[in-house]
């Protein structure tokens, strides 16, 4: 058999090189026709027809396109990741949330300008004085289209004695808006120097007001937005994270505050304005930061939740009420107690004339260790506990006289 194919091969390509005529010719190439040109073009004809009437019914178009895309967007999911090696990282996205967040809340930042009078000896050795001008800047978070705007207390409030100068309480205080170059004038409504919170208002209408954000849910990592005006550069934004929560600083005067710590840089001028989030809402009030040699991106904001109930009282009180009981004391340890024969707890040093504290028969020398039934030892741990009460509701103190127990009920005042 192999030798009769070869043959039969080798007979074949001597026939067709050399041995045809015309009318074997004209047959090999109707035969070409037929074997290989018609059953291309056939094939080609019935795959349009399929493929055309596929795309006709929308359930069967539907799932190739369905598939086609699926398979592409598993393609792009694919990580490629090589180790030791640095992939890009696509910045788009942070871009646009900055970007977002910027034109939504710059409508409502201000800058606030304050004048004061500042005296002066003429020397060391006169009692004349001289005076003069001067100016302090800051920023503010418009809170209602009407004209109130919230700040920093220590903005609009800045009186202070020294023994070479003083300076007045503000003479004037003024408001730009964004993107106009306005000057209006502004009244302080209230102030709270113990939250550094103050509210002001101008006389205009339908302004924008922030929106704020829940800042008891931001959590560390997040975007956060500074916004105001440092060094007199009104609308300047920086970026950054939220570093820290619930972060207890205390500052030059000695207050302390429970405040959003992040590294989106606050400069002088930035005060009172807002640090936001990723929507652009007001988590905290930029009031202070850190500084120093080998300090860097350390900024604290008030959480804009414990501005709420402030804010309210400010506008309709001009300053807070708060529950007051008219003592002061000093923190017992066990050391010191133990030094002067003395329990652990809260001495009280000093009780405030016509005060809740010396109504209720509590006396200098008495050590308070209980607070409505709470065991406590430092006067942080009063004042928390106080803080929950109303003024008029009543407190129950447990304390230590003379080696004795004894309870005492006391009615909170007002804190005068």
Same mark, same amino acid.
């Given at each position: ?26 047959? #090999? ?146 408001? #730009?808006?964004?993107?106009?170059? #306005? ?91 807002? =640090? ?11 009031? =202070?930061?850190?500084?120093? #040699? ?37 923190? =017992? ?63 129950? =103190? ?19």
């Amino acid at each position: 058999m192999e030798e009769n194919n070869n043959h039969n091969f080798k007979t074949v390509s001597n026939q067709t090189n050399y041995g045809y005529n015309s009318s074997e010719k004209k047959q #090999t190439k109707i035969g070409f026709g037929k074997s290989i040109i018609l059953p291309f073009f056939s094939g080609i004809l019935g795959c349009s027809v399929v493929i055309g009437t596929c795309f006709g019914i929308p359930s069967i178009r539907n799932n190739l396109i369905s598939t086609r895309n699926t398979s592409y967007v598993e393609r792009n999911n694919t990580p490629n990741i090589t180790e030791g090696t640095v992939s890009q990282v696509s910045l788009t996205n942070y871009s646009d949330t900055a970007v977002y967040s910027a034109n939504k809340i710059l409508p409502s930042i201000v800058g606030i300008q304050v004048e004061y009078t500042v005296n002066s000896p003429i020397s060391f050795f006169s009692n004349r004085t001289v005076s003069s001008n001067a100016t302090a800047s800051g920023s503010g978070i418009i809170i209602s289209d009407d004209g109130y705007i919230l700040t920093n207390n220590h903005i609009v409030s800045t009186s202070s004695s020294e023994s070479y100068y003083e300076v007045s309480e503000a003479n004037k205080v003024t408001v #730009t808006l964004y993107n106009d170059d #306005t000057q209006y004038e502004a009244k302080i409504i209230g102030k709270d120097e113990q939250t550094d919170l103050a509210v002001i208002k101008i006389e205009k209408e339908g302004l924008s007001k922030a929106e704020f954000a829940d800042s008891d849910s931001i959590k560390v990592g997040e975007f956060a937005m500074a916004v105001g005006n440092p060094l007199g550069m009104q609308s300047s934004i920086t970026c950054g994270v939220i570093s820290a929560i619930n972060r207890e600083v205390t500052d030059s005067d000695g207050k302390k505050f429970t405040l959003i710590q992040t590294d989106a840089a606050i400069n002088s001028g930035n005060s009172g304005g807002a =640090l936001v989030n990723s929507e652009g809402k007001v988590i905290g009030i930029n009031t =202070l930061k850190l500084s120093g #040699t080998g300090i860097e991106g350390m900024g604290f904001a008030i959480p804009i939740n414990s501005t709420e109930d402030i804010t309210l009282q400010l506008i309709q009180y001009s300053k807070v009420k708060r529950p007051y009981i008219g003592i002061s004391g000093i923190d =017992l340890d066990e050391k010191t107690a133990k030094t002067y024969n003395l329990v652990v707890g809260i001495y009280v040093k000093r009780v405030e004339e016509f005060s809740s504290a010396e109504k209720a028969g509590l006396k200098a020398g008495d050590v308070i260790i209980e607070a409505d039934g709470q065991k406590i030892t430092k006067m942080d741990e009063l004042n928390e506990i106080k803080s929950k009460h109303q003024i008029g509701e009543e407190i129950k =103190l447990k304390i230590n006289r003379d080696n004795n127990e004894k309870e005492i009920t006391l009615k909170l005042g007002e804190q005068p």
